[in-house]
């Protein structure tokens, strides 16, 4: 089916750092949507974005509804232990029916580095 | 704790078999949507009701089947189980069809030996 562009696959972080992922698509979505996934759990949401070019923080993460409303970018700042997970992106093409469905990316996981 | 609970947590069953998962969606939300999360595929949305009628179909198997009940729960129904349909599967919940911010419960994982 059809995903999402999630960039990075991956990635290590050192505790106190700013962490950066993307999210494109060849298609316009209405809504983008973060969450971000624990071991064993269900994904939580963190942000959802409504409008182009809308900015919306969650405490320290700061997500991003691109202008092209093909794209959107999720930022952590001062990373912390606890913000380790899998982070994936979600949009949704229209409202109602199969429109009003979730699209996810594949996730970026994030690790401490060693 | 997202309110969405699903039962059972581990399953483990042999290929040919049918299985039953179960969702109690949030109280008050009406609408449920099954997902299934596999490594190579990532989440994938597979079916959504919506007060007891189905409203949307993803990409589920003719094998695979669901249903919501009166009272909101449902039930994803998977047969003729195949090693690839080892997975973990998610219900989320919402308050109508429309609403983006769905809150998922903590998944079934099946595995198919």
């Known amino acids: 089916g059809q995903q999402l562009n999630q960039s990075p696959q991956s990635m290590f972080i050192q505790e106190g750092e700013d962490v950066s992922m993307n999210c494109t698509s060849s298609s316009i979505f209405n809504t983008w949507l973060w969450y971000k996934q624990d071991p064993g759990e269900g994904p939580v949401l963190l942000i959802a974005?409504?409008?182009?070019?809308e900015l919306t923080s969650n405490g320290r993460l700061t997500a991003q509804f691109g202008i092209t409303r093909k794209d959107s970018f999720l930022n952590i700042s001062a990373s912390i232990p606890s913000d380790v997970g899998i982070y994936f992106c979600a949009g949704q093409r229209g409202y109602g029916g199969s429109q009003g469905n979730l699209i996810f990316g594949k996730g970026t996981k994030l690790s401490v580095k060693p | 704790d997202s309110g969405v609970t699903q039962t059972p947590k581990h399953l483990i069953t042999a290929t040919g078999q049918r299985v039953t998962l179960r969702c109690s969606p949030r109280s008050g939300d009406l609408s449920v949507y099954w997902y299934q999360q596999s490594l190579d595929q990532g989440l994938q949305f597979l079916i959504q009701?919506?007060?007891?009628?189905?409203?949307a179909k993803g990409n589920i198997l003719e094998r695979f089947s669901a249903q919501q009940f009166p009272d909101l729960h449902s039930e994803l129904n998977l047969s003729s189980l195949e090693l690839g349909d080892s997975a973990l599967y998610f219900c989320?919940?919402?308050?109508?069809?429309?609403?983006?911010?769905?809150?998922f419960g903590q998944g079934t994982r099946l595995t198919v030996v």
């Open positions: 009701y919506y007060n007891g009628e189905e409203r």
């Open positions: 974005l409504y409008k182009a070019g």
């Open positions: 989320a919940s919402s308050p109508n069809p429309g609403s983006t911010e769905a809150f």
